[in-house]
T-cell receptor, first 114, second 113 residues
Framework: DQQVKQNSPSLSVQEGRISILNCDYT??????FLWYKKYPAEGPTFLIS?????DKNEDGRFTVFLNKSAKHLSLHIVPSQPGDSAVYFC?????????????FGQGTILTVHP | DTGVSQDPRHKITKRGQNVTFRCDPI?????LYWYRQTLGQGPEFLTY????????KSRLLSDRFSAERPKGSFSTLEIQRTEQGDSAMYLC???????????FGSGTRLTVV
């Protein structure tokens, strides 16, 4: 069963506009969420994270929102830049002894057009 | 460079052969993780170590797979009798306790022909 889902395989945005990437999860035991960016032939690069006790975390152009009741998180990138074009993965981290065992979504390919 | 290093970057092997990958984590990190990523999917957890102890293994890790971290530093992942379905990107990550500084390597791309 897919515990973390990114239902949009791709997203196309104009440079300067906002990119919104969405992620849903089913396991209420997840207590920490992360977003990663990945280029082909490279490993995932950490972008931003959020603890389950918060509903928003901001870092420069990147903001992550968490809605625990809906089991939904989103990543906002504003303004979007062509260099942001990559695959974006959300990942969920369980609490307890399995901390660090990340569960990833399938990824969303973001294309930012100049 | 103090990042996570993986070797080799690419490996092509014939079905039935054994392969071994190496991961060198960030030196002060005591947790090391292996993931596998296939096309169109996110990385899937395989196993992880805390120091030299292997604490958890996914059911994805069949008997043909074995991972070691003998001195709590680098780790190896061996696949015996490779099958075409083993073709994937194998990613290694490391972190300090409680996941701080969770960092991925660039991965090893395995192709089984």
């Amino acid at each position: 069963d897919q515990q973390v889902k990114q239902n949009s395989p791709s997203l196309s945005v104009q440079e300067g506009r906002i990119s919104i990437l969405n992620c849903d999860y089913t396991n209420s035991m997840f207590d920490y969420f992360l977003w990663y960016k990945k280029y082909p032939a490279e490993g995932p690069t950490f972008l931003i994270s959020i603890s389950s006790i918060k509903d928003k975390n901001e870092d420069g152009r990147f903001t992550v929102f968490l809605n625990k009741s809906a089991k939904h998180l989103s990543l906002h990138i504003v303004p979007s830049q062509p260099g942001d074009s990559a695959v974006y993965f959300c990942a969920a981290n369980p609490g307890g002894t399995s901390y660090g065992k990340l569960t990833f979504g399938q990824g969303t390919i973001l294309t930012v057009h100049p | 460079d103090t990042g996570v290093s993986q070797d080799p970057r690419h490996k092509i092997t014939k079905r039935g052969q054994n392969v071994t990958f190496r991961c060198d984590p960030i030196s002060e990190h005591n947790r090391l993780y292996w993931y596998r990523q296939t096309l169109g999917q996110g990385p899937e957890f395989l196993t992880y170590f805390q120091n030299e102890a292997q604490l958890e293994k996914s059911r994805l890790l069949s008997d043909r797979f074995s991972a070691e971290r003998p001195k709590g530093s680098f780790s190896t992942l061996e696949i015996q009798r490779t099958e075409q379905g083993d073709s994937a990107m194998y990613l290694c990550a490391s972190s300090a306790m409680r996941g701080a500084g969770y960092t991925f390597g660039s991965g090893t791309r395995l192709t089984v022909v």
